[in-house]
T-cell receptor, first 114, second 112 residues
Framework: QQQVKQSPQSLIVQKGGISIINCAYE??????FPWYQQFPGKGPALLIA?????SEKKEGRFTISFNKSAKQFSLHIMDSQPGDSATYFC?????????????FGTGTRLKVLA | ETGVTQSPTHLIKTRGQQVTLRCSSQ?????VSWYQQALGQGPQFIFQ???????GRGNFPPRFSGLQFPNYSSELNVNALELDDSALYLC???????????FGPGTRLLVL
């Protein structure tokens, strides 16, 4: 119940295309859902985050879509660029624990072809 | 850049040894979390420190311990190293009461 399931494991997209990564969770106590981007040899960097009271959030080329009833959320990268090639992690954090313990998905390795 | 730094960047130890990893958080971020990231996996929460006290722990044995200091620096100590402890160790700092965590670049530990 503490898991966050992420798919696909890897993704290849043409430059200019849309990259879509999906995550699903079981624990309804989760109330904060960030996405992180990680380049080889670097720590994860926050891309965008959402709370369950919002169905969509957009920042630049990155959009999170959130379906509370289905307990699913997804990251859309519009106009994907070769510089977006990285590993993407979704995460979830439980509400009110006072401990912002992130549960991470297993990651999606994105490759954008030039 | 997140303003979170970690040292060393790489470390090689042998089984049974002890290791100390260090993290320097952003100024004002008095909450620090440590994560273990095995190769090809997502980070796994080890524990969190707030105001120099442990404030939540993941599913890691007591040989993983930590310290947090008033100057926003912290340490992760691992005793009796095992081969499976080989991983990237990440620290993340956050502002009190805020969920967003800012990660450092990590320390890659190899246990032989």
């Amino acid at each position: 119940q503490q898991q966050v399931k992420q798919s696909p494991q890897s993704l290849i997209v043409q430059k200019g295309g849309i990259s879509i990564i999906n995550c699903a969770y079981e624990n309804t106590a989760f109330d904060y859902f960030p996405w992180y981007q990680q380049f080889p040899g670097k720590g994860p960097a926050l891309l965008i985050a959402i709370r369950p009271d919002v169905s969509e959030k957009k920042e630049g080329r990155f959009t999170i879509s959130f379906n509370k009833s289905a307990k699913q959320f997804s990251l859309h990268i519009m106009d994907s660029q070769p510089g977006d090639s990285a590993t993407y992690f979704c995460a979830a954090s439980p509400e009110g624990s006072g401990t912002y313990k992130y549960i991470f998905g297993t990651g999606t390795r994105l490759k954008v072809l030039a | 850049e997140t303003g979170v730094t970690q040292s060393p960047t790489h470390l090689i130890k042998t089984r049974g040894q002890q290791v100390t990893l260090r993290c320097s958080s952003q100024s004002g971020h008095n909450t620090v979390s440590w994560y273990q990231q095995a190769l090809g996996q997502g980070p796994q929460f080890i524990f969190q420190y707030y105001r120099e006290e442990e404030n939540g722990r993941g599913n890691f044995p007591p040989r993983f311990s930590g310290l947090q200091f008033p100057n926003y620096s912290s340490e992760l100590n691992v005793n009796a190293l095992e081969l499976d402890d080989s991983a990237l160790y990440l620290c993340a700092s956050s502002h009190p009461g805020r969920e967003t965590q800012y990660f450092g670049p990590g320390t890659r530990l190899l246990v032989l």
